[in-house]
């Protein structure tokens, strides 16, 4: 059985930086394109970044520039380095990958 287990997210000021993490268990990780989704209460979950297992990237036009997406085979997990962030990335962040989610991390961005 395949678990997405999220991590890392809080309470932080505006302009300042959170790093998530995504661990997978129960599949082969390394072949799978991974991607972290965002959903904001009452709004639909979007897409905010992937990466391929061989190490592309692409971002939301709201976060580039900002956010980086990033994975470790080695270790099965992908991240999210969030920075300079804003009142407006506040969200229920969810890894997908591997056809399974997480259970989603809290980001608040709040002064």
């Known amino acids: 059985q395949v678990q997405l287990v999220e991590s890392g997210g809080g309470l932080v000021q505006p302009g300042g930086s959170l790093r998530l993490s995504c661990v997978v268990s129960?599949?082969?990780?390394?072949?799978?394109?991974m991607y972290w989704y965002r959903q904001a209460p009452g709004k639909q979950r979007d897409l905010v970044a992937s990466?391929?297992?061989?190490?592309?990237?692409d971002y939301a036009d709201s976060v580039k520039g900002r956010f980086t997406i990033s994975r470790d085979n080695a270790k099965r997990t992908v991240y999210l380095q969030m920075n300079s962030l804003k009142p407006e990335d506040t969200s229920v962040y969810y890894c997908?990958?591997?056809?399974?989610w997480g259970q989603g991390t809290q980001v608040t961005v709040s002064s």
């Open positions: 990466i391929t297992g061989g190490g592309s990237t």
């Open positions: 129960g599949s082969i990780f390394s072949v799978y394109t």
């Open positions: 997908f990958g591997v056809r399974s």
